[in-house]
């Protein structure tokens, strides 16, 4: 069944947020390539297509309702650039809580119309922001305990090196 014209114009908004984390994840790794940290930058590029990958199962549940998927203005412009490890994942991970919000306004929305055909999708969505917040207050934590500590930082980005890439489709 077609989503309502507010209901649509909501998931497209839904979809612009999802193309600009993408966007803010691009920056932060470009300013950890800047700061001679290669594996926070991957970590960050990995993320960056997760992004898409999210904006991607938003587009194909409007185009299978019969609504029309709109991207609208997408910036990066609100990432202030810093070097600084610790700043990035905070950054990265404020951005987190506002996607998190958004999806539950959205789910808020969907239940008021009574859009139970959006459950399955927001609730997968609802799950993967626990987890994507857990994961990056996780890396601030460890940053914190890392402090001055050079070789502790380069062990870390090592290991943050190692996520494997998986594209950007579903
Ligand atoms: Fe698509 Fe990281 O939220």
Redesign the pocket.
């Known amino acids: 069944m077609k989503l309502n014209d507010d209901l649509e114009a909501k998931f497209n908004a839904q979809i612009t947020l ?1 193309f600009e ?1 993408s966007l803010v994840y691009r920056q932060l790794a470009i300013e950890m390539d800047l700061a001679d940290l290669p594996g926070m930058a991957t970590w960050l590029r990995r ?1 960056a297509d ?2 898409i990958v ?1 904006a991607n199962k938003f587009i194909d549940h409007l185009d299978a309702r019969g609504n029309h998927p709109k991207i609208g203005d997408v910036s990066a412009g609100e990432v202030a650039p810093s070097q600084d490890p610790k700043q990035t994942f905070k950054t990265a991970l404020h ?2 809580q506002r ?1 998190s919000e958004s999806i539950r306004e959205l789910y808020r929305a969907c239940s008021e119309a009574g859009d139970i055909d959006s459950n399955q999708l927001l609730n997968w ?1 609802m799950s ?2 626990i987890e ?1 917040e857990a994961t990056v207050d996780e890396i601030v934590g460890r940053l914190e305990m890392t402090g001055d500590d050079g070789p502790g930082l380069l062990r870390l980005d090592a290991e943050l090196g190692k996520r494997p890439q998986s594209g950007t489709e579903n």
């Open positions: 999802e984390a993320q997760e992004e999210h951005h987190e996607v969505f993967e922001q994507e």
